[in-house]
């Protein structure tokens, strides 16, 4: 089980989402996990604000500065 999810997107069998911290706020990040939750995994430490998409290998999302970025299903660093 997955728990303080925000933002979630399913894709290919895999859960992408951003975690809450016990002090209300995200934290830093976008996980992965199976569908059911199981083996979860951190796949980079990028402030994310808000995802907005997931097309072919890469999530699009929105930083808290306003920019729109992508990176790619990996957790590799894309492009602004």
Known sequence: VVENVHFAKYDGGKLYYQ???DQGRIDRG???AGPDG????????LSVW???????D???????????YRV???GSV???
Request: glycine share 10%; aromatic share 16%; proline share 3%.
């Open 19 to 21: 975690r809450g911290t």
């Open 30 to 32: 976008i996980y992965r």
């Open 38 to 45: 199981a083996s979860p995994e951190k796949i980079n430490k």
């Open 50 to 56: 808000q995802f907005e998409d997931l097309l072919g």
């Open 58 to 68: 890469w999530v699009y999302f929105l930083q808290y500065s306003g920019k729109h």
């Open 72 to 74: 790619r299903l990996d």
């Open 78 to 80: 894309g492009v602004q």
